[in-house]
């Protein structure tokens, strides 16, 4: 947590875009969720993404490690939202937002329940060694039916430290494997990723759905 308290305190945020992510607006629609469900958004910073999900009808179910990061969000929304402690976690909200600030590993499924989730930024934030916690983590806090939409970022990892962390096709069908299925959307190469001194980079984007 500290690494990313210093990122954000040093406003060392490249993973942040100024704009809606294409790949959300152009794939969301295939999940095929309701209007009015709940959307968890893990490890949201302050994503602008969220304000095109809630457009949707969607109520945001954001969770963050880093005060800062929620404070940003609602402050530069020009959203009041009111605060509570909550086992350990402090909750945001200001609905159609609300945002648990804490641990994301936790976070009790009796706190937060949702039918639907987007990851553009997590599992990439996350070293090998805590991804499948994470994946169990969405399962405790979704529906038996939920669905997600995933989007990687992929690299030969020996040329980078990261993170983000290198997140390959075969490692989302692995991590994914039990109780979920799992479809490929679509996989772009990230030309403009190359100027890291990588040698090849690809972004692929996932239907994931319970079935357990």
């Keep these: 947590m500290e690494f990313w308290e210093n990122r954000w305190m040093n406003n060392q945020t490249g993973w942040h875009r100024e704009a809606y992510n294409d790949?959300?607006?152009k794939h969301w629609p295939r999940l095929n969720v309701g209007t009015d469900c709940?959307?968890?958004?893990?490890?949201?910073?302050?994503?602008?993404?969220?304000?095109?999900?809630?457009e949707q009808g969607h109520n945001i179910l954001g969770l963050e490690l880093v005060e800062k990061a929620v404070q940003a969000f609602f402050q530069e929304n020009n959203l009041r939202p009111e605060s509570i402690s909550l086992d350990g976690h402090v909750r945001?909200?200001?609905p159609p937002y609300t945002i648990l600030q804490g641990d994301v590993f936790a976070v009790k499924p009796e706190m937060v329940q949702a039918e639907?989730?987007?990851?553009?930024?997590?599992?990439?934030?996350?070293?090998v060694s805590k991804r499948q916690e994470y994946v169990e983590q969405l399962r405790k806090l979704?529906?038996?039916?939920?669905?997600?939409?995933?989007?990687?970022?992929?690299?030969?990892q020996e040329q980078m430290k990261g993170p983000?962390?290198?997140l390959h096709d075969d490692d989302v069908l692995r991590l994914f494997a039990n109780g979920f299925k799992v479809e490929r959307l679509e996989t772009i190469q990230l030309e403009d990723e190359k100027d890291r001194g990588l040698s090849n980079v690809y972004s692929s984007v996932f239907k994931i759905q319970r079935i357990d």
């Design 38 to 54: 709940n959307v968890l958004v893990p490890l949201c910073g302050k994503s602008l993404d969220m304000l095109w999900l809630a």
């Design 116 to 127: 639907a989730w987007y990851d553009r930024a997590a599992m990439i934030a996350l070293p």
């Design 164 to 166: 983000p962390f290198a």
């Design 142 to 156: 979704t529906s038996s039916d939920a669905c997600g939409l995933l989007i990687t970022f992929a690299y030969p």
């Design 23 to 25: 790949m959300l607006v």
């Design 92 to 94: 945001y909200s200001s």
